[in-house]
C-alpha cells in the first residue's frame, strides 16, 4: 500500500501530455498539469506561496545556545525541501530536455515555472493564430469530392478545439463559403440569399448549410 501511494506521489497520470516544442499543446498541458499538481498539494512551490521554515539558533555571547529549532521545525524543513524535490521532479517528466537545460539553473520551482510559462505562452499564442489563419484559407478544389472535403473540414475544427483553437460559427460558414469550388458558388449565393429574407437570425445554420451544400455537390455530381 505504502508503495503504491508513492508511486502516485512521484507520478504523473498519461492523461497530462508531454509538452510540445512548438507550444500547440501549451493550453490543454496548463490545465491538466496545474490541476492535477494542486489535487497532489504541490501547487505552492509553482506559484510561491509555500514558504521554507527557517531554522533560527540562538546563543548567548558565551557561545551558548539560549533557543534552537524543535525537532517538528526540522522535520518541517525536512518536509518541504522533500515536496520542493518532488515537485520539481513532476515538472521535468513533462518537459522537453532542451526546455531543461534553460531552466535547471534556477533555484526554485516557482522561477522553472515562470520561465516555462513565459517561454510557451508565447509560442502557444503563435502557433494557435498560425492554425487559425491555416483553417481560414482551406479551399476545395474544383476537381475535389465536396462532400469529403466538408466532412474534412468538420473534422479539423474539432481537433483545432483540442488545442484550443476556437473557430467560431461565423469564421466557420465564412470557410464553408470561401472554400468551395466556382460549380457550386450560385446555389451558396441562393442559400444565403434566402436565409437572410426568410430566417429570424437572417443567417443560415453551419450544419444546415454543409447539408444543403452535400446534397448539391451530389446532385450536380449525377447530372
Known amino acids: 500500500m505504502s508503495t503504491t501511494i508513492t508511486f502516485l506521489s512521484n507520478s504523473l497520470p498519461s492523461s497530462i501530455p508531454k509538452l510540445d516544442a512548438t507550444g500547440l499543446n501549451w493550453a490543454i498541458f496548463s490545465v491538466c498539469f496545474k490541476d492535477t499538481i494542486k489535487v497532489k498539494g504541490f501547487w505552492g512551490h509553482f506559484n510561491g506561496t509555500s514558504i521554507c521554515l527557517q531554522l533560527i539558533t540562538v546563543t548567548a555571547p558565551n557561545g551558548a545556545v539560549t533557543s534552537a529549532p524543535t525537532a517538528a521545525e526540522i522535520a518541517s524543513q525536512a518536509q518541504w525541501q522533500k515536496d520542493k524535490r518532488l515537485a520539481k521532479s513532476l515538472l521535468i517528466q513533462k518537459i522537453l530536455d532542451s526546455m531543461l537545460m534553460c531552466i535547471h539553473l534556477k533555484t526554485s520551482v516557482k522561477d522553472h515555472w515562470y520561465a516555462i510559462v513565459a517561454e510557451y505562452s508565447k509560442k502557444g499564442a503563435y502557433t494557435q493564430t498560425d492554425l487559425h489563419t491555416k483553417f481560414l484559407e482551406l479551399k476545395c478544389l474544383d476537381k475535389a469530392n465536396v462532400c469529403k472535403f466538408l466532412d474534412s473540414l468538420q473534422v479539423k475544427r474539432e481537433k483545432l478545439i483540442t488545442v484550443s483553437v476556437m473557430i467560431s460559427d461565423k469564421d466557420y460558414i465564412s470557410t464553408i463559403i470561401s472554400s468551395l469550388p466556382y460549380a457550386l458558388s450560385n446555389f451558396r449565393l441562393v442559400q444565403l440569399a ?15 448549410l454543409l447539408s444543403l451544400l452535400a446534397e448539391e455537390a451530389d446532385h450536380q455530381k449525377v447530372q
Open 194 to 208: 434566402l436565409a437572410w429574407m426568410f430566417a429570424p437570425t437572417r443567417t443560415i445554420k453551419a450544419n444546415g
